[in-house]
Nanobody, 126 residues
Framework: QVQLVESGGGLLQAGSSLRLSCAAS????????MGWFRQAPGKERGFVAA????????DYADSVKGRFTISRDNAKNTMYLQMNSLKPEDTAVYYC???????????????????WGQGTQVTVSS
């Protein structure tokens, strides 16, 4: 079984930076695509960013492109989301997710992901 644990959330001011981490345990996910999603109050969970199994391919939602960077360290079985120039509209619970083992292509839809973390809150004040 795979477990994902996010960390790094917090309360910040607009314009700040923050790095989220997602640590995987149970099975190695080095060959699985992973992604970040977020859910703001009253809204559906939406795609933020995704990274391929070997880290060579990435994809970003238009709303975060140029501000957020997704990366992974397969040796540490950990994925990251570096968030810069944060805006109040980035306020949400951020979830990390992983596809099944050996599913290494990136996807934007949440139902393509098998494993999910519990979420970490990011709040950006104006």
């Amino acid at each position: 079984q795979v477990q994902l644990v996010e960390s790094g959330g917090g309360l910040l001011q607009a314009g700040s930076s923050l790095r989220l981490s997602c640590a995987a345990s149970g099975r190695t996910l080095s060959l699985s695509a992973m992604g970040w999603f977020r859910q703001a109050p009253g809204k559906e969970r939406g795609f933020v960013a995704a990274i391929g199994g070997h880290g060579g391919t990435t994809d970003y939602a238009d709303s975060v492109k140029g501000r957020f960077t997704i990366s992974r360290d397969n040796a540490k079985n950990t994925m990251y989301l570096q968030m810069n120039s944060l805006k109040p509209e980035d306020t949400a619970v951020y979830y990390c997710a992983a596809r099944k083992l050996m599913y290494y292509s990136i996807k934007r839809t949440s139902n393509e992901y098998e494993y999910w973390g519990q979420g970490t809150q990011v709040t950006v004040s104006s």
